[in-house]
């Protein structure tokens, strides 16, 4: 039976068309002369040592590997970051870049961060992916202590979540002026932290069980899953 107009809501394809109406408003401006800013000098590529050279163009094989933080280290981490003022998945991300830069001998790391971007009420019952990618550079400093740089870190994220709705495509064709088949623009690894609780799915005469699924495919050169 359908419903009422009131009943029914936003659909995706509103969402859609309001971003778009966006992209053409002051607002969109401004954050795209943010991101502009942000990445400017920034590497066009990590510089890790790959065991083998890059095809021509991008296969997406790939393999995951699980592990798991020992406890006390677990909770040092999070005794850190409240320590520190701000939160544990800065932390981490600070500590990866700056693990990635130590392994690739480069002192500006660039990492893609997936955010949701279902901030108003309005949109979290519309059906899609609303989602966008969010990037964090990392300009190493050696004379800088790591609290000091995850503090830096954190005003910068700060700073960033005021632009985090400009489209990531978007932002691409912008600012990139030469695109390669065989690696990503602005960024090739991704970090992701998963801390929501889990959904509990309840269906009538069945019992549900949630797969943890791992694909062995690959869309970046790493994904780090929290």
């Known amino acids: 039976q359908q419903g009422s107009s009131s009943e029914v809501g936003l659909q995706y394809a509103d969402f ?20 502009e ?3 400017k000098g920034a590497p066009s590529c ?12 991008s296969e997406y094989q790939g393999a995951h590997l699980a592990s798991t933080l020992p406890v006390p280290l677990a909770l040092k981490l999070k005794q850190f970051a409240s320590t520190q003022g701000c939160t544990l998945f800065n932390v981490l991300k600070t500590a990866f870049a700056l693990s990635l830069g130590r392994w ?20 979290q019952s519309i059906v899609g992916m609303i989602m966008n990618t969010q990037l964090f550079r990392l300009t190493i400093d050696e004379t800088q202590s790591f609290a000091e740089l995850v503090a830096l870190a954190q005003k910068e994220s700060e700073h960033a979540e005021l632009f985090k709705v400009y489209p990531f495509e978007s932002l691409v064709e912008r600012v990139v002026t030469e695109r390669q088949n ?4 602005l960024y090739q690894i991704v970090i992701s932290m998963h ?13 549900v069980t949630l797969l943890d699924r791992q694909l062995d495919a690959a869309t970046v050169d790493i994904i780090l899953n929290v």
């Open 16 to 35: 859609a068309a309001r971003q778009q109406a966006w992209l053409n408003s002051t607002a969109a401006d401004v954050a795209l002369s943010y991101w």
């Open 104 to 123: 690739g001998e480069q002192n500006d790391v660039v990492l893609g961060l997936p955010i949701a971007c279902r901030d108003s009420e309005a949109l």
């Open 46 to 57: 990590h510089s890790l040592p790959l065991d083998a050279s890059r095809p021509a163009a």
């Open 37 to 39: 800013q942000y990445l």
């Open 195 to 207: 801390n929501c609780a889990q959904a509990n799915i309840a269906l009538s005469g069945l019992d």
């Open 182 to 185: 065989h690696i990503n623009p």
